[in-house]
């Protein structure tokens, strides 16, 4: 399979042929056809206080969806979805759900196979994304209030729909060229095959009362402080800019890259484009460890291996994604930890790693180490969050935006969520629920009567006297 350049070493693009790349990056799961969604809904038992409703981050009623699919009405199914999910359909491809809503279906204790949730979530939302007629959801009268939301990511988004939805005027600012976050950037292009993300962004803005503003960047463009001054209230929904830094010395050498960079690069380019190496290393244990080392094997790489730090207890990337990733190529290695990245020429050609064994509630090493051959290592150890851009106002926990329950930070006016905000487990399902939440409680704090003004004591006194 593929070009003379499939076996040549180095990093190269155009390793298959055409065909190749269009089957490797085409949807990795075909949907449900009609006749299986019927059957498939059939199964569900539509339990009265579900435990799969508790169970999904944004609490959508499944058995009512489930039902409404039950009955071919896959509208009806999409509306009790996007009502409380606006980016059902996004969700439907890239959430664990075998680990949220699946996992807590009541069929697993007698048949060990729950109800295929998310294949039955993406069913009704493709139904209705390809034929939407006329909108679900339309905005309230104008309320005058203006809300300025920083980031076009899941939470972003979810508070901005949210906001206008409500009748307030919105003004979504976001750095890169095109709006979705983490769901245009940062997920493999196998799970949103045919540019769904976009798809469902424009839908979600069709509601109107959404001014989207591309290329601008907080910090650079503008700052906290000056939204404040022009908008009722902002919304944070900045994500992880920063890369977390592997904790040894590394030099430059060509072939070593953050993985985020690489899906990216992967994200917005044609596959055949994208270099990559015969040889790669992943260093990570989360989603980004996974769809970097899986689509590292589509574009032509002959190994891939994942090394990660602890058990596979431990990893961040779900077991169905481990296993998605071995039975297409990956090897995964645990308890190893990089010492050094070793290059010749200016390139990688390899990483050292050290043997760990758990030690108390921490590592050690064992003393044995081992080399693994590369001419590509990606980084995917994970992000952080970048404070300098939105200044010092906001108190921090754990190197995030310190937030309550209701996504409001220290600064007043101020909220934030997803993965930006203290608390969460970087899904995107949770930064959609961030935003929601966020979307009530400015648009309470907004409707709010105005606090009347307390007399100062002086001007008391001085009532009293002329008394």
């Known amino acids: 399979m593929g070009s003379p350049a499939t076996r040549a070493g180095g990093i190269l693009a155009g390793r298959l042929d055409p065909a190749d790349y269009a089957r490797h990056f085409a949807d990795a799961r075909a949907p449900l056809t009609r006749a299986q969604a019927l059957i498939e809904a059939e199964r569900c038992y539509y339990c009265y206080d579900a435990p799969c409703i508790s169970a999904c981050p944004t609490a959508i009623d499944i058995p009512s969806f489930i039902q409404r699919i039950a009955q071919d009405n896959p509208r009806g199914a999409a509306h009790a979805i996007l009502e409380a999910n606006p980016l059902g359909g996004i969700c439907a491809r890239v959430c664990p759900t075998e680990v949220l809503c699946e996992q807590a279906c009541v069929r697993n204790a007698s048949e060990d196979k729950p109800v295929e949730i998310g294949a039955l979530q993406r069913y009704a939302t493709d139904a209705y994304f390809a034929q939407?007629?006329?909108?679900?959801?339309?905005?309230?009268?104008?309320?005058?209030?203006?809300?300025?939301?920083?980031?076009?990511?899941?939470?972003?988004?979810?508070?901005?729909?949210?906001?206008?939805?409500?009748?307030?005027?919105?003004?979504?600012?976001?750095?890169?060229?095109?709006?979705?976050?983490?769901?245009?950037?940062?997920?493999?292009?196998?799970?949103?095959?045919?540019?769904?993300?976009?798809?469902?962004?424009?839908?979600?803005?069709?509601?109107?009362?959404?001014?989207?503003?591309?290329?601008?960047?907080l910090g650079r463009d503008f700052t906290l402080e000056a939204l404040l001054g022009g908008f009722d209230a902002v919304f944070l929904g900045v994500g992880l800019a920063g890369v977390n830094a592997l904790g040894i010395p590394v030099a430059p050498l060509a072939g070593l890259r953050d993985a985020v960079d690489f899906i990216a690069e992967l994200r917005q380019s044609d596959p055949?484009?994208?270099?990559?190496?015969?040889?790669?290393?992943?260093?990570?244990?989360?989603?980004?460890?996974?769809?970097?080392?899986?689509?590292?094997?589509?574009?032509?790489?002959?190994?891939?291996?994942?090394?990660?730090?602890?058990?596979?207890?431990?990893?961040?990337?779900?077991?169905?994604?481990?296993?998605?990733?071995?039975?297409?190529?990956?090897?995964?290695?645990?308890?190893?930890?990089?010492?050094?990245?070793?290059?010749?020429?200016?390139?990688?050609?390899?990483?050292?790693?050290?043997?760990?064994?758990?030690?108390?509630?921490?590592?050690?090493?064992?003393?044995?180490?081992?080399?693994?051959?590369?001419?590509?290592?990606?980084?995917?150890?994970?992000?952080?969050?970048?404070?300098e851009p939105a200044g010092t106002a906001l108190a921090l926990r754990a190197g995030r935006i310190a937030t309550d329950d209701e996504g409001r930070t220290s600064q007043a006016r101020v909220w934030a969520g997803g993965d930006c905000r203290h608390g969460g487990r970087d899904l995107t399902v949770e930064a959609v629920e961030h935003g929601k939440r966020a979307a009530v409680s400015i648009d309470r704090f907004l409707r709010a009567p105005p606090v009347p003004a307390v007399p100062a004591p002086v001007a008391v006194a001085q009532e009293r006297a002329g008394g």
């Open 132 to 217: 939407p007629g006329a909108p679900l959801f339309t905005r309230a009268a104008a309320s005058g209030k203006r809300v300025a939301v920083v980031g076009a990511g899941p939470a972003g988004l979810a508070c901005a729909h949210g906001l206008a939805r409500r009748g307030h005027a919105v003004v979504l600012l976001d750095a890169r060229a095109k709006p979705g976050g983490l769901n245009e950037y940062g997920i493999a292009a196998y799970k949103t095959a045919g540019d769904f993300a976009q798809r469902e962004v424009a839908w979600l803005l069709s509601i109107g009362g959404i001014e989207l503003r591309q290329g601008q960047a």
């Open 272 to 387: 055949a484009r994208v270099a990559v190496g015969r040889r790669v290393v992943v260093i990570g244990g989360g989603m980004t460890a996974i769809d970097a080392a899986v689509q590292s094997r589509l574009l032509g790489a002959e190994e891939v291996t994942i090394v990660y730090r602890r058990g596979p207890q431990a990893m961040a990337a779900s077991t169905a994604e481990r296993e998605w990733a071995q039975t297409r190529g990956v090897s995964i290695r645990h308890w190893a930890t990089p010492k050094e990245i070793l290059g010749e020429a200016g390139s990688v050609r390899g990483v050292r790693f050290a043997a760990t064994a758990p030690a108390g509630a921490g590592l050690e090493e064992t003393g044995e180490q081992f080399t693994l051959e590369a001419d590509m290592v990606l980084c995917a150890i994970g992000q952080a969050y970048v404070a």
